[in-house]
């Protein structure tokens, strides 16, 4: 039985001689594998919809192994993206994120929606896009069940302590008198306000902050890899050859 649904393609491969298995974002089941027939071929209906970063309306049928495409549209292709060097390496970094963190039959319609809302914003953006790429590793964090604590200790409760430390196995600011933490680090209240800012802003008013702590950026990059199992990805290994 077929069924309507709306992905985002994340990884196309090639198979056999005419073609495509996708790693899909599904709106509705989280990863998924899609077969999408004749794709390779350029008279093929599927070929359009086959192709990585693209947002689609698609029916599917399910087999034992994976889904079937059956056929669909383009809702957004995120053109103005890949003709960006940055923007494109980074949104590539987010479809390399959902593909290490997405788990199967995980419904994550929000997660989804987000990822949406964070490739239409990267086709524009020029100025601070780390900036956008931090925001949306502490949301997407956040989504997945490790929201940082951020406005009292993570052990104790006190509300906002003057002295302050952000803790990662703890999840979020300790106070000086919860002891030392093997991996805590003492941070200041300006950074704390800021990732508190990047987690609760929309993408599009990102450009209205005028400045963001480093460290702030540092920790949520620090917080965001601990907590997804994994140090380094390897697209943002092209941005040190720019």
Known sequence: MSEQDEIIVLKEIDYKDYDKILHCFSKKRGRIQVMARGAQK????????????????????????????????VLNSF???????????????ILEILNHVLQEN???????????????????????????????EI????????????????????????????????????????????????????SINDMFKLLYVKFEHIATIKEINIEALKLIRKYFNAYVGKEQFKSLKLLEFK
């Open 106 to 136: 995980d419904h994550q319609a929000n997660a989804f929606e987000m990822t949406v809302r964070m490739l239409e914003v990267l086709e524009d953006v020029s100025a601070n896009i780390s900036w956008y790429i931090h925001a949306y």
């Open 139 to 190: 949301k997407l964090i956040s989504m997945m069940g490790f929201k940082p604590q951020l406005e009292h200790c993570a052990v104790c409760g006190a509300a906002r302590p003057r002295h302050i430390k952000f803790s990662i196995s703890e999840g979020g600011i300790i106070c000086n008198s919860c002891g030392v933490m093997k991996d805590s680090s003492l941070t200041t209240q300006e």
């Open 42 to 73: 350029s008279n093929s209906e599927n070929m359009s919809i086959a192709q990585t970063f693209n947002y689609c309306d698609v029916t599917l049928i399910q087999n034992k192994e994976m889904f079937i495409l059956i056929n669909g549209s």
């Open 79 to 93: 053109y103005r993206l890949r003709q960006k060097y940055e923007n494109y390496v980074y949104g590539s970094y």
